[in-house]
């Protein structure tokens, strides 16, 4: 009996190992190598913004197994740092790195700062060697999958033309209604552009500060808007051409310059760049601080511009990924030093005058006109 229990316990062990191993053999999948593999060109051009085209083409990443979401270490001249590859510059925090890959034949790959300069920063020149090295295999997917914003350029695809051109009055803090508009270009020879330039003449808008164009540019499309166009002949007009970092010298003075204008003009008064997003939203956004905005509603109105244009919805993981921009750029603007409502209207303050430029008469007049006075 004892040895007969033996050989049927030796029997099904002997069964399950065969089970074991052919489950094994159906479970065991190739295992398929990441290229490490670095990636290598050069820079082609510059433009305006500091961004840096690159001889290197998306197709060189996909080649060697790399995609979007993933995080390189990279090289620029003797310059480097960590940086992942995505497709658009809000994929990143303000004052980011970023790969930005743009698709098409054959597409093109760019290095960039969201809201910065690429190569005032890294001192990147045209010819200048890039080099890119694997740092983690989609070390970046999870957040770049939340921050993806896709717009439609159909009109009949948004609730409202001032939606569709992300037109509207600002009035929070002591700013009164009525007195302050931002939106999108309204001269820019886009579909949004005639909806925008209509509401600017519908709300009575008096002096516009122009943040994207240059003279040149501004005269493409400025036919198409006879209300923007007389306005510019009365000399209402100001064009800045600026960058995207605040930081800048350049847009400093610049900013300095709109500011000074705005408060020698009357209002109602029209801040716009191109979307009525980045720069719109940082001149907007100061404003607001220095007129007692408090950071949830300078946060809200900046991200209206975001539910507008991506259908983000608030108390979603998006809405607050993007939404603290406003507070990170209140903390940079403060030194790296946190910002709560009772110091923001100071720290927009001291900005304006010890960055910017502004004497107190001047940020004075200009809160004035702000706030109906």
């Known amino acids: 009996m004892k040895k007969h229990l033996r050989f049927i316990g030796v029997a099904l062990f002997m069964a399950m190992l065969v089970l074991s191993g052919c489950q094994s ?12 593999e670095p990636v290598s060109g050069s820079v082609v051009s510059l433009d305006k913004y500091g961004n840096a085209t690159l001889s290197v083409t ?33 994929d990143v925090d303000n004052g980011s790195f970023l790969i930005r890959e743009k698709a098409g034949d054959p597409g093109t790959v760019s290095l ?72 999108c270009n309204p001269v820019l020879g886009d579909a949004r552009a005639p909806y925008a330039a209509e509401l600017a003449q519908q709300a009575g808008v008096k002096t516009i500060i122009n943040l994207a164009d240059s003279t040149e540019t501004l ?11 007389q306005l510019y002949n009365q000399g209402a007009v100001i064009v800045l051409d600026m960058g995207v970092s605040f930081t800048d010298p350049d847009f400093i003075a610049k900013l300095h310059d709109g500011l000074v204008f705005m408060a020698n003009h009357g ?20 404003l ?18 975001f539910e507008n244009y991506y259908g983000v919805q608030p108390g979603t ?39 910017v430029g502004l004497d107190q008469a001047t940020i004075n007049q200009l809160n004035a006109h702000l706030q109906g006075k």
């Open 219 to 229: 005269k493409e499309h400025i036919a198409d808007s006879p209300y923007y166009q």
């Open 317 to 355: 993981e998006q809405y607050e990924l993007i939404g603290k921009t406003i507070t990170d750029m209140f903390t940079q603007l403060n030194g790296g030093k946190p910002v709560t409502d009772k110091t923001i209207a100071k720290v927009a303050n001291t900005y304006l005058k010890d960055t």
């Open 112 to 183: 960039a700062i969201n809201m910065g300069n690429f190569s005032k920063t890294s001192g990147a020149q045209e010819t200048s060697p890039v080099s890119f090295t694997l740092k983690e295999k989609e070390g970046y997917l999870k957040e770049y999958q939340i921050r993806q914003l896709k717009k439609s350029e159909n009109r009949d695809d948004y609730a409202s033309d001032a939606v569709f051109s992300n037109f509207r009055t600002v009035t929070v803090g002591k700013i009164a209604p009525g007195t302050l508009y931002r939106s």
């Open 267 to 286: 209002g109602p008064y029209l801040v716009h760049c191109n979307e009525g997003k980045d720069r719109a939203g940082f001149v907007s956004a100061l």
């Open 288 to 305: 607001e601080a220095a007129n007692g905005a408090t950071l949830e509603e300078i946060t809200q109105d900046y991200m209206v511009s």
């Open 58 to 90: 998306p197709a060189d990443f996909t080649d060697k197994g790399y995609a979007v979401g993933d995080l390189f270490s990279v090289s620029v001249g003797d310059f480097s740092f960590d940086a992942p590859l995505v497709t658009n510059y809000s």
């Open 25 to 36: 053999t159906k479970a065991v999948a190739p295992v398929q190598e990441i290229q490490t």
